[in-house]
């Protein structure tokens, strides 16, 4: 079992950057590969990014790709989501996820992962 807790939302206005942290309990942590989520209101929950366990190979949408990086520290049990060039469509929930069949290849549905945090907002107010 793995908890997970995110951190790191708040306002900020377009062109601003954010940092998102993940923090996750438990020794498993670092076999797993994570991914981030956001749901904006109304809409379905989205698949941002994914990074394998060892940190070796990372994923990012198209709707991110080039503004958005995914990293992660084994020694701290912590995922990172870096926001550069934030959009008012940025505008969500953001949720970290882990994935722990250990497997290659590239997961983006939310039903591929199998613990969730709470969640932390990220508003790009218009």
């Known amino acids: 079992q793995v908890q997970l807790v995110e951190s790191g939302g708040g306002s900020v206005h377009t062109g601003g950057s954010l940092r998102l942290s993940c923090a996750a309990s438990g020794r498993t942590f670092r076999f797993y590969a994570m991914g981030w989520f956001r749901q904006a209101p109304g809409k379905e929950r989205e698949f941002v990014a994914r990074?394998?366990?060892?940190?070796?190979?990372?994923y990012v949408a198209d709707s991110v790709k080039g503004r958005f990086t995914i990293s992660r520290d084994n020694t701290k049990n912590t995922v990172y989501l870096q926001m550069n060039s934030l959009k008012t469509e940025d505008t969500a929930v953001y949720y970290c996820?882990?994935?722990?069949?250990?497997?290659?290849?590239?997961?983006?549905?939310?039903?591929?992962?199998?613990?969730w945090g709470q969640g932390t907002q990220v508003a790009v107010p218009s």
């Open positions: 990074i394998s366990w060892n940190g070796g190979s990372t």
């Open positions: 996820a882990a994935d722990r069949i250990v497997r290659a290849g590239l997961f983006t549905d939310k039903s591929d992962y199998d613990y």
